[in-house]
């Protein structure tokens, strides 16, 4: 008989001990390798979040909170960038492109914002992935909206479906715009970023919700010469009559913006426009660099970082520990075992070979059960961390960082097994012999 | 020729002063069967787990064979024990989890010299082990069986069979009858000496039951040759 049946049969005689050491070590390593691995990858879901855009200007204010309400669609802007200082930047000779963006609505919890088209010709997230249409086309019109993928899924709204835009950001509105309906035109393609939960309707769109066109702003350009525009809108077959519904070549469809994003025909000239605009002046403006801010942030989340990475190598020394104790109360229980082999001849490479052969079985069990239970709770918790922080989780392959942590793992329980091994090497030969029944 | 030598032995347990035991000499020839009596708690136990090597003498010699295992290592003393002694435990010492079979066979596991007499005989030590319990009354179906599922006296035979598995030179057997009725201790005696003699093993034998003795070569009182306070 070889000793791998022996070891077999006398494991499986401890069914209920050994899995509860397979137990413990399976979820001390899913803990070790999901804490780094979800900071990781919200860390790149932050990261895909924006690209291709080398500046974003604001009014002035800390570049963080810039970027998450400009970016993230989280906290308000303090003030506005006024549309004169968006038109002097966007003809500055540097600037390929811009997009002008008013926050500050919400339709049913989701983050309303007015763009205009050269967001879906130039906005890029990820690796400089262009925003797609899963359906439809961008708005044409004041009336119109585009969706985001989670948006129309949750709301189940489909292009040419209506609906009403609330004024602020809370999920109860306070008071409607006027119950103007506005059409559906498009739905995004899912990005995995935050514009999945956003609703894009047109600056005029909001101008005119905002009633700035007719009694406020009576000296603005498009307010009379647009009204005119309805009428030849009737033959879109609109069974509604829209009022306000202007067209949106507007040379100033409002009049201050919250933020734009601008591109620039050479990006490394970004740290010099950002200077200049920061020191523009006429109008106060904060201008960042998406990238250096996103790393800004995550710097803020580092402490939280901190205490995960601490709290999961707590976590493994418990696991370990307990392996520990489990092995060394087997051992107990296994006491006159050990010593029948020694009795019947069996050497200490024996008897160590058993103990801790045992053990690296049971640690390279507990580490496979606890990375299939790491990704069962990937895949789980995907889908809550993407609607919570509009970050995509990609579940891949364990990185080498994660390889490393398990051989960590199987090596310390292995020379763990050592300590109980050679106890019962030391454990006199008598003293397990005549253990009473 | 001396299967078994001892001389000037004193022993005691660690927690104790007082020697367990105290025996100036004691010789048993090769072959010889022996029966070992005394009162409980008068050290043959002791005794016996001192002539396996399971346990050191604080002084004197014990030769086993004519090698003296006071002077092993506890590394020799558990090799020289798996190749020369069969010891039959009482407490048995079976493995719960082996089957008989495995249990017997076990014996041949960890001592290539009991291997090597069943290869001379051309016998595998599964087969021989089967013959072994069949011998001593476990029949066959009960050879899958696992230790844990069998009666006390089927256990003591097990234990018996892994004993005397490989024909190791010196038996030594503590009460392996006590859970025997009176038939079936003098029918697995007789099975027993049939299976030292074929071996030519020594059977050093302690038991309670005085009737036995005269089925012995010789027999020998523990507190005769005892000279410890205790005994
Ligand atoms: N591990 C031990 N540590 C200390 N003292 C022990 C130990 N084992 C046995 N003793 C003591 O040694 C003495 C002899 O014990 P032993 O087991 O040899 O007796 P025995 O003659 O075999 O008795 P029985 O017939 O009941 O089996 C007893 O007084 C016992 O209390
Ligand atoms: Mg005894």
């Given at each position: 008989m070889k000793l791998f049946k022996l070891a077999w049969a006398s494991l499986l005689s401890r069914k209920a001990n050994a899995l509860l050491t397979v137990v413990a070590i399976a979820i ?291 696991g370990l520990i307990g392996m520990l104790a489990t092995l060394l109360a087997s051992l107990q229980e296994r006491r006159r075992e050990m010593a029948v082999l020694r009795?019947?001849?069996a050497?200490?490479?024996t008897i160590f070979s058993l103990l801790v052969s045992e053990a690296f079985v049971l640690t390279v069990t507990g580490i496979g059960v ?43 329980g292995t020379?763990i097994s050592c300590l109980p091994a050679?106890r019962a090497y030391?454990n006199?030969?008598?003293?397990g012999l005549?253990i009473?029944l | ?91 048995f010492n079976l493995l719960p989890y082996l089957d008989?079979?495995h249990n017997?066979?076990l ?38 069986r696992r230790a844990s599922e069998l ?81």
């Open positions: 001390s390593v899913m803990l070790l390798l999901g804490v780094d691995r979800v900071s990781q990858q919200t860390r790149a879901g932050f990261a895909n979040t924006i690209s291709g855009t080398d500046l974003i200007v604001g009014a002035r204010s800390g570049p963080v909170n810039l970027l998450l309400f400009s970016v993230f669609h989280i906290g308000y802007p303090s003030s506005n960038v006024s549309w004169d200082a968006y038109a002097h930047w966007r003809e500055h000779e540097q600037v390929a492109w811009s997009i002008p963006i008013a926050l500050g609505d919400s339709f049913r919890g989701h983050p309303v914002i007015a763009t205009d088209h050269n967001f879906f010709d130039h906005f890029q997230y990820g690796q400089r992935q262009s925003v797609q249409f899963a359906e439809g086309h961008p708005f044409e019109h004041s009336a119109e909206a585009v969706l985001g993928a989670r948006v129309a899924k949750e709301q189940g709204l489909r292009p040419s479906d209506e609906v009403v835009i609330s004024h602020g950001t809370g999920s109860v509105s306070f008071h409607q715009h006027d119950e103007d309906p506005v059409q559906i035109s498009g739905v995004l393609a899912p990005t995995g970023t935050p514009l999945d939960n956003a609703v894009f309707i047109p600056l005029v769109g909001l101008a005119t919700m905002h009633g700035e066109h007719q009694a406020e702003e009576p000296q603005s350009p498009p307010s009379f010469s647009q009204q005119s525009v309805p009428q030849e809108d009737e033959e879109h077959e609109h069974e509604h009559e829209h009022e306000h519904e202007v067209a949106l070549d507007s040379e100033q469809p409002i009049d201050s913006l919250s933020a734009f994003f601008v591109g620039l025909h050479s990006q490394p000239r970004a740290i010099f426009m950002q200077r200049m605009i920061n020191t523009w002046g006429q109008e106060p403006l904060t201008a960042l660099m998406p990238g250096a801010t996103l790393q800004e942030l995550w710097r803020t989340l580092n402490m939280f970082e901190r205490v995960l990475a601490i709290v999961s190598g707590f976590v493994l020394l418990t009795s019947l001849g050497g200490p490479g606890g990375v299939a239970l790491l990704y069962a709770a990937l895949y789980a918790l995907a889908p809550w961390i993407e609607y919570s922080f509009g970050v995509v989780i990609h579940i891949s392959w364990p990185s080498v960082v994660e390889w490393q942590r398990m051989a960590i793992v199987l090596v310390a020379v050679w030391r006199s030969l008598a003293d005549t009473k | 020729m001396n299967s078994i030598v001892v001389n000037g032995l004193r022993f005691h347990y660690p927690a104790q002063t007082e020697p367990t035991l105290d025996i100036g000499q004691l010789e048993i020839a090769r072959g010889e069967r022996v029966f070992l009596y005394g009162p409980s708690g008068s050290g043959k136990s002791t005794l016996l787990s001192v002539l396996a090597g399971i346990h050191r003498p604080q002084s004197g010699t014990v030769a086993i064979e004519d090698t003296d295992i006071t002077a092993l290592t506890a590394r020799q003393r558990d090799h020289f024990r798996a190749h020369h002694i069969g010891y039959i435990f009482q407490q008989c079979i017997v066979a014996a041949c596991e960890f001592s290539n010299v009991r291997r090597q007499r069943l290869q001379q005989r051309n016998i595998s030590p599964e087969d021989e082990a089967a013959r072994l319990l069949n011998q001593l009354g476990i029949s066959h179906e009960m050879h899958s009666s006390v006296g089927q256990q003591q035979r097990v234990a018996a069979a892994r004993a005397l598995i490989g024909s190791p030179e010196l038996i030594i057997a503590d009460e392996p009858t006590s859970a025997l009725d009176a038939d079936s201790r003098l029918s697995f005696l007789k099975l027993l000496f049939a299976e030292c003699e074929r071996a030519g093993s020594t059977l050093l034998f302690v038991s309670h039951d005085a009737e036995l003795a005269s089925q012995f070569d010789r027999s020998l009182s523990l507190s005769a040759l005892n000279q410890s306070a205790e005994a």
